[in-house]
């Protein structure tokens, strides 16, 4: 009887442990900004500078958008999503209001040197993250607008693919229609122009806690047999 309640006592011991060890409390990680490039319809299969102000907008005929992509691996594939910000610093010095909208793009088979509109359309996108109304507040002043990308990149995580893009169009034919500055800019006074702000927790690994368990319980089971 020593014995059994020994071996409780040393299980429950070590579960509790374990449990302790897995950090319980949300972190809050800044996603890092690897590749940001725009496209323009008007020059369609050649890749635009990617380093200065990148543009965007929508003529009659003339379709000009901007990519970009994070890389969430600081977070680890096996985490739950509590919220992710995207926030976006646009700015508008044409005096009309422009409509920003943004996908989520599910190919990431693009970087910032070399993508061109072809190759940007070719992209698969995913679901909109939401629409932003950039108002023409006159040149030298920028506007921020965060959205709610939590679903889209808890499915990413839930994929383990640690890589989210994301794909900024315009709509209402204006052009040009606004501008961000890229992460290359010489001038980030209002840095940064792309965030991406993920509240997460890791998810405790059940199976570890399982199989302690069944450890235990088989040490019970020996013990009883022995002693028959
Ligand atoms: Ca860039
Ligand atoms: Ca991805």
């Known amino acids: 009887m020593k014995f059994e309640k020994a071996a409780i006592a040393l299980v429950c011991g070590i579960i509790s442990v374990l449990f302790s060890s897995v950090p319980s409390h949300a972190a809050i990680t800044t996603a890092v900004l690897t590749d940001d490039a725009q496209t323009d319809s008007d020059d369609p299969s050649t890749a635009q500078s990617h380093t200065g102000n990148l543009n965007f907008g929508q003529g009659a005929s003339r379709d000009q958008d901007v990519y970009f992509m994070f890389d969430v691996s600081g977070i680890g594939a096996n985490t739950s999503i509590n919220t992710a910000t995207l926030t976006v610093r646009t700015r508008n010095d044409v005096n009309t209001t422009v409509t920003i909208e943004i996908f989520a793009l599910t190919d990431d088979s693009w970087d910032e040197s070399t993508l061109t ?14 629409t932003a109304s950039l108002e023409p507040f006159g040149a030298g ?37 606004g501008f961000l500055r890229s992460k290359e800019h010489g001038t980030q006074t209002e840095h940064p122009w792309l965030s991406l702000v993920i509240d997460s927790e890791p998810i405790p690994e059940p199976s570890a806690v399982s199989a302690l368990a069944l450890a235990g319980a088989a ?3 020996r013990r009883r047999t022995s002693r028959r």
């Open 117 to 130: 509109h072809n190759i940007g359309a070719a992209l698969t996108t995913g679901p909109s993250q939401g």
């Open 141 to 177: 002043t920028s506007q921020l607008d965060a959205l709610d990308v939590t679903s889209f990149v808890q499915n990413q995580v839930n994929l383990s693919d640690l890589v989210v893009g994301f794909k900024l169009t315009t709509t209402g034919g204006i052009s040009p229609g």
């Open 219 to 221: 040490l019970l089971s």
